[in-house]
């Protein structure tokens, strides 16, 4: 396929097909389905994320955030997808790879999330197989790094059963649901198996 031979990072990149699952950027006509999915699984996904700034689910922020999605894939920097249920087109989540780092690191973070409805159905182990041949196939990458809350443990049950490996505790990581948190460290190198 073309489109895993090279990515142009000035261009809108073409949807990824996965098993059951579609992998896409976002655009501005996903708004209301993004924002109904968000706030009707507010209460699911508050305690995991970066606290929600009180406009976000609002359509100029979604616009603020397509921006900064499309900058940041320009510079090569993150690159932000939705995930779509094959069929019926359903939105289900989201999946981002952000923080590349280029030069002697080639790696890059994943984060994810899955609505409510829609958790432990499978949809994001899909999500992240989807995601891992076109980050260490087209965008070179060498390695991919996720960090979690260790009570979290969707998120350790999701990583380990994606081939990643746990290496290590980095304490007060990442500001999650404002505070300064403890975090699992897991990366997932190119030759790993899963
Ligand atoms: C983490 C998350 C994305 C997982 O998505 P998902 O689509 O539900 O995950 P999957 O159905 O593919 O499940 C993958 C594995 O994760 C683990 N898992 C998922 N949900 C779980 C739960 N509620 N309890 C325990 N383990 C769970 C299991 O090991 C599961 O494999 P199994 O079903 O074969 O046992 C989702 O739970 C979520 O969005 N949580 C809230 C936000 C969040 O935690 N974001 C990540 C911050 S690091």
Not at 174 to 179: F, Q, R, S, W, Y
Request: hydrophobic share 45%; charged share 20%; net charge positive.
């Amino acid at each position: 396929m073309a489109f895993f031979r090279s990515v142009s990072f000035s261009e809108p990149l073409p949807a990824i097909t996965g098993a059951g699952v579609v992998l896409r950027m976002p655009v501005a006509s996903d708004y209301a389905e993004w924002a109904a999915l968000r706030e009707q699984s507010r209460v699911f996904l508050t305690p995991w994320e970066p606290t929600w700034p009180v406009d976000d689910l609002t359509r100029s922020a979604f616009r603020r955030r397509l921006k900064r999605y499309a900058e940041d894939q320009r510079n090569d920097l993150a690159y932000a997808f939705l995930i779509f249920r094959s069929g019926d087109n359903a939105l289900v989540g989201g999946l981002t790879l952000a923080n590349i780092r280029r030069g002697v690191a080639q790696t890059g973070s994943i984060g994810y999330w899955v609505g409510q409805p829609f958790a432990r159905m499978g949809y994001m182990t899909a999500a992240v197989r989807t995601l891992i041949p076109f980050c260490f196939g087209p965008l070179r990458l060498h390695r991919l790094e996720a960090a979690c809350i260790p009570t979290n443990a969707a998120s350790v049950g999701l990583l380990e059963k994606s081939g990643f490996k746990r290496e290590g505790y980095a304490r007060g990581y990442l500001c999650i649901n404002g505070a300064w948190q403890d975090h699992l460290l897991y990366a997932r190198l190119k030759d790993d198996r899963d």
